[in-house]
């Protein structure tokens, strides 16, 4: 990202990093490079490190960079916030616009190239294994292409599941559309983690007892049962992405912190 160095922040921030959750925004990104991303630059927005039990970050990707296989047992979910990439594995390659994504199951070989400037979300964590259900397969698809359904029948807020519900699957990655106006419509308290990267327009998010003006390109941790609510405010809708723990029991969960 540029900054504009002539006038300082003198010490303020919009980031605010709490025991049970966190507001990322963009004036606190620090870039990093990491093995398996070259010739990309890479923020880590959440991580074990803060109490997560996942990761999410952005590849800043420019002509030529390459992502490789995430590392032993760990799946990959990959969303093309901007410009569009190429997803390769084996011989098949699958071309990801913007609002693409694809869900990598762990220990499968592939690799992302770039040929222009884009961003990627990426979510990854250990994938917990269950009897009975097959380890879940390669999802593929577009976000814009995805109807969705009413979110607890209101209208004005769509949730569209952009992986199969199916108990292979230990997480679901989900956008929320928000009508301007419309609101969660309750506080949520739930011992699923979330990440979250808001995609377009803003509001107001509450987390535990502090409230966010939050709009593009702001990012949240929210941990195991940190209560959570969102207004959508403005003349225009609000799209965030939103990654969720699924279909494993407490304690599965629990061994990966
Ligand atoms: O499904 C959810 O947990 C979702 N409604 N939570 C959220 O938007 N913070
Ligand atoms: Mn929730």
Redesign the pocket.
Known sequence: MSRNFSFPQLGESRTKVKRNHAFVSPDGHVQTTLPNWQKAMVTILVSPQMGARFSQYLVDCSRGSIGTAAPEGIERFIFVVSGSVTLEIGKKKHVLEEYGYALVPADVEHKITSKGKGQLNIFERRYIAIEGHDKPKLAIGNEKKLKGEA?LGDEGLI?RKLLPEDLGFDIAV?T?SFEPGTP?PFV?T?I?E?G?LMLEGGGVYRLDDDWYPIHQGDNLW?GPYCP?W?GCLGKVPAK?L?Y?EANRDPDAHAKLS
């Open positions: 979110f949730c989900n929320m969660l949520e739930h699923m979330h979250m929210m959570q969102f965030y939103l969720k």
